[in-house]
């Protein structure tokens, strides 16, 4: 399988520097997720703006380069009967407009990435106080430890958030997984999340997943070194998913009942999108969660910038990965241990 996806890299045990996250106020965060849209807006009006005056330009001075380009046509065509001169004066005079259009079409362009470079990297900021990268996501080299990823030929990553919260290293962003042997060519998209708790506290390698297609094309083959672990709850909206594991010991002191509900509350906002999870490495958590809305992508250049649904959405998602991040506080040595 190759995990082609070298711009995308991001290093577990990498010595950048990342923001230490906390709880944001909800107050707050409304007040500042209010600026950074008034400044969204403003800057939208004007790129807008640019486009439409670049675009007026472009306009006039293209009728004036082709209604010059067709008299030089009709003098040499008509006057000069030189034909290969006629072509080329229609040619010569098409190119003009041609650059025009590329020049006035460059606000659309900027927009797209004055949104990844400034408003993003400013709400990531108000969410918890994470880093954004526009092309980086989780590393190929952790996917490729995995068993709970659809075959593929090609890996793509986006918009990538990054942090810590209580010592725990947090990266998640978009991601998409392509296969040349698929007709519709995309076997998943969704949302790559990876922790890395401090302590080497998990045994073995554990799958937890509710997607049910999944547990039967892999039971038997993929996972057959694994055993079932069973974990009983309280609460049946709880009870749907599969656990299976190497150290299935282990994993049943694990994979408690407060994990497996955090999961579902997760699932849940995430349009009940069937969660998947392993636990490997001694200290990893890779959490994938398909999802095929494209949420960090800038609005239509023509319409105003006027709701907060998707970073309100963003927010409640984040919160729910740090929910599941307390989780393994149980789960950590005491201090001297």
């Known amino acids: 399988m190759d995990e082609n996806n070298s711009n995308t890299d991001v290093r577990v045990h990498s010595t950048e ?26 800057m939208r009006l004007a790129r807008m703006k640019q486009h439409r005056t670049r675009g007026f330009i472009a306009m006039n001075s293209g009728i004036l380069f082709m209604l010059f380009g067709v008299g030089l046509f009709g003098w040499f065509f008509l006057v000069m009967t030189d034909v290969p001169l006629a072509v080329l004066s229609i040619f010569l005079a098409a190119l003009p407009p041609i650059a025009l259009n590329i020049w006035a079409g460059r606000p659309l362009k900027l927009y797209a990435e004055e949104h990844k470079t400034i408003f993003m990297p400013k ?14 996501g989780v590393s190929s080299k952790i996917l490729g430890k995995l068993a709970i990823l659809p075959a593929h030929d090609r890996y793509e990553a986006e918009d990538c958030f990054m942090g810590t919260y209580k010592g725990v290293k947090v990266i998640f962003s978009e991601a998409r997984l392509f296969s040349k042997v698929k007709k519709e060519g995309t076997v998943f998209d969704g949302i790559f999340v ?8 998990i045994e073995g390698h554990t799958i937890i997943t509710s997607n049910s297609k999944m547990v039967k094309a892999w039971e038997k083959t993929r996972w057959k070194t694994m055993q079932r672990v069973y974990v009983s709850v309280s609460n049946p909206s709880w009870d749907r998913f599969d656990i299976f594991s190497t150290k299935p010991e282990a994993a049943e002191l694990m994979v408690g009942e407060r994990l497996l509900k955090e999961l579902s509350e997760a699932s849940d906002i995430f349009d009940s999108a069937p969660l998947s999870v392993a636990l490997f490495g001694k200290k990893y958590v890779f959490m994938m969660i398909p999802n095929d809305t494209d949420m960090f992508e800038p609005s239509n250049l023509f319409v105003p910038v006027t709701t907060n649904q998707h970073a309100l959405q963003c927010k409640k998602e984040i919160e729910q990965i740090l929910e599941i991040i307390d989780v393994f506080d149980l789960y950590q040595p005491p201090p001297g241990h």
């Open 123 to 136: 709400l990531a900021k108000a969410l918890n106080g994470l880093s954004f990268y526009p092309e980086r």
């Open 194 to 201: 990876l922790l890395e708790v401090p302590e080497e506290v």
């Open 17 to 42: 520097t990342v923001e230490e996250l906390g709880r944001v106020d909800e107050d707050r965060f409304r007040r500042q997720l209010d600026e950074l849209i008034n400044e969204a807006e403003d």
